[in-house]
């Protein structure tokens, strides 16, 4: 398996603007944002796609969602509300080979499919 962007982002490799890391996760701004705040939320592990999870990884993936709505309560948007968004290969709009999770808010989000 080749290094995803991500994993080079927490090698060091590729700059990025880190908003929180320790030893299992990583959150960076998205470099093209679709709301105010789009932050990427993503494991240390990589792992290709939500197909290959396994029970093993069940406590990242819990992980992931506690560190969203941790940072979005530091951020002030828990209230008014956010959207959280995992996608799953290219029909479900996945464009890097490692799961993460994707956070908007500061505006109001329209439904869209």
Known sequence: MHDSIFTKIIKR????????????LMVIKDINPLAPIHLLIFPKKQITTLNDLTIE???????????????????????????????????????????????????KLKLEA
């Open 57 to 107: 990884d069940s406590n990242i993936i819990s992980k992931i969602i506690l560190t969203a709505t941790k940072i979005a309560k530091e951020l002030k948007v828990d209230e008014k509300g956010y959207r959280l968004i995992m996608n799953c290969n290219s029909d479900g709009g996945q464009t890097v080979p490692h799961i993460h999770c994707h956070l908007l808010a500061g505006r």
């Open 13 to 24: 490799e590729i700059p990025a603007e880190i908003v929180f890391e320790d030893a299992d």
